[in-house]
């Protein structure tokens, strides 16, 4: 599937599931599983710096995984060989040049082939017209809530007085 796009990396898209989903992104191939993003490969030598930072490792050229922000904890405890990617905070990565690459997609890739639900991050669907214009309408606040929160407000000064 697109071979002239991947040389090196190729393999790893025969440890995927069935099913899978494939489009150029980000220079390389992102996978879907599922409506999410499970992976991208990427195969692109020589930058390793980002925003004026300089990485110890290639920034564009391995897999990486997307896992959202608030989830990576459990893999970085089992996966200590995982990467912040720079680019994204939700995506976790693997160099290429790394030691032990292929054992190490091998695992991961383990996880996705299981359904972790922990790996992967939803595709984002479009709004329909009628949902971006609702959306985009001011939101009335209802009086009364306010009006409640003073009474409540009031209250609890009067209690707090009387405590004295």
Not at 47 to 62: A, D, M, Q, R
Not at 71 to 84: D, G, M, T
Not at 123 to 132: D, G, N, P, T
Request: glycine content about 6%; proline content about 7%; hydrophobic content about 40%.
């Amino acid at each position: 599937m697109l071979d002239h796009v991947l040389n090196n990396l190729i393999w790893i898209e025969d440890l995927l599931p069935p099913g899978y989903e494939c489009i150029p992104k980000h220079g390389g191939l992102a996978y879907y599983l599922d409506m999410k993003l499970v992976l991208i490969l990427v195969e692109k030598r020589g930058e390793y710096e980002h925003k004026g930072v300089s990485y110890p490792f290639e920034l564009w050229n391995g897999c990486i995984f997307p896992i959202e922000y608030k989830k990576q904890n459990a893999f970085f405890l089992k996966y200590l060989f995982l990467e912040n990617h720079p680019a994204n905070k939700d995506w976790l990565y693997i160099p290429a040049e790394s030691e032990n690459f292929e054992e190490e997609v091998k695992l991961v890739m383990r996880e996705i082939t299981k359904g972790n639900p922990l790996l992967g991050i939803p595709v984002k669907v479009a709004k329909s017209a009628e949902e971006k214009e609702a959306s985009s309408r001011p939101k009335k606040k209802s009086p009364a809530k306010k009006a409640d929160k003073k009474k409540e407000n009031a209250l609890f000064l009067s209690i707090a007085k009387k405590g004295k």
